[in-house]
C-alpha cells in the first residue's frame, strides 16, 4: 500500500471510531476536533495525512513543531510544489520557559500552560507579537510527579491568572491520564476532568469557553464517550514513530 493510500485508510479510520464513540452516547461528533500529533513523525507521512484532509497537527516540542511546519508550508516539496493547506499548530508538550518567545510565533493554540510562573511572560510574548493567544491549562489529573499538569486544587487560580491577561485567553483544560494497557483505566481521570469543567463552568460561565483536550491513540474513544471535544492522536493516525538513535 502506497503511504498516500495509507494515510487515506487511518485518517478514515480513526474519524470513524470517532464518530461511533460519539453516537455511543448521542453526540454530534462534528463537537470533536482531531488533533494529529506529529512527534517524531516523518515529513512524508505528516505531509500525506494532511493532503488527505487533516488540518490540526500538534506537536510535543518547539524545535520540532518550527522545522515541520516551515517545512510543510514554506519548502518546496520533491515535485516543486508548494503547499497551501491552513493549518492549526497546537502545542501539547511541556512548556519551557527559554521557549515562550518561539512558541508564541509557532503555535496558534499552547494546550500546556501547567504553573502560574508561565502565565506573565508568555502574556507578554503574546503582547509583543501583537495577538490573542489561546490557551488551555494542563492538569496533572493521576498525581504524578514525573508529568507536568498543574493540581486540581491549583488550577482555578491559574486559569484567572490567564484570564486576567488581555493578550491571553483561557479556552479550557487539558490531560494526560496515566499510561495504561487497558483504555478503561483513564475513564475515571476523564470524568474527573470533565466534572471540574462543568463545576467550573457553573462558578464563572464567562472565564472559559471549556474545551476538553484528553485521549489520545489508546483511549480516545473513552475520551469521546466521556465528552473530550479535542483528542489528540499520533500512532493511531501516523503510524508507529521514528525510533530515535
Known amino acids: 500500500m502506497s503511504l498516500e493510500a495509507d494515510a487515506r485508510r487511518r485518517l478514515a479510520s480513526v474519524r470513524e471510531r470517532i464518530a461511533r464513540a460519539a453516537e ?32 490540526v497537527l ?12 516551515e517545512r510543510l508550508a514554506g519548502e518546496q516539496d520533491g515535485e516543486g510544489s508548494q503547499s497551501s493547506v491552513e493549518l492549526v ?10 521557549k515562550l518567545a518561539l512558541a508564541v510565533r509557532i503555535f496558534d493554540v499552547i494546550e500546556s500552560v501547567d504553573r502560574i510562573e508561565l502565565v506573565a ?11 490573542v493567544l489561546d490557551v488551555l491549562v494542563q492538569i496533572n489529573v ?25 493578550s491571553l485567553r483561557m479556552c479550557g483544560w487539558m490531560a494526560v491520564p496515566p499510561a495504561g494497557e ?5 475513564r475515571p481521570h476523564f470524568r474527573r476532568l470533565r466534572a ?10 464567562g472565564l ?21 471535544t479535542l483528542v489528540r492522536v499520533g500512532t493511531a493516525l501516523f503510524g508507529p514513530r521514528i525510533d530515535l538513535p
Open 24 to 55: 455511543r452516547v448521542g453526540r454530534d461528533p462534528g463537537e470533536i476536533t482531531l488533533v494529529g500529533v506529529a512527534k517524531r513523525q516523518s515529513l512524508e507521512r505528516v505531509r500525506a495525512t494532511v493532503a488527505a484532509g487533516l488540518r
Open 58 to 69: 500538534g506537536e510535543n516540542f518547539v524545535q520540532d513543531a518550527r522545522e515541520m511546519r
Open 89 to 98: 499548530w497546537r502545542m501539547v508538550g511541556r512548556l519551557q520557559r527559554n
Open 121 to 131: 511572560p508568555l502574556a507578554k510574548h503574546a503582547a509583543d507579537a501583537n495577538r
Open 142 to 166: 493521576g498525581d504524578e510527579a514525573q508529568k507536568g499538569g498543574a493540581r486540581f486544587d491549583d488550577a482555578p487560580e491559574l486559569a484567572r491568572a490567564i484570564a486576567a491577561q488581555p
Open 182 to 186: 487497558d483504555p478503561e483505566a483513564s
Open 196 to 205: 471540574f469543567r462543568d463545576a467550573w463552568s457553573e462558578q464563572d460561565p
Open 208 to 228: 472559559a469557553r471549556g474545551d476538553l483536550s484528553m485521549g489520545m491513540s489508546n483511549d480516545f474513544e473513552v475520551a469521546v464517550e466521556e465528552g473530550a
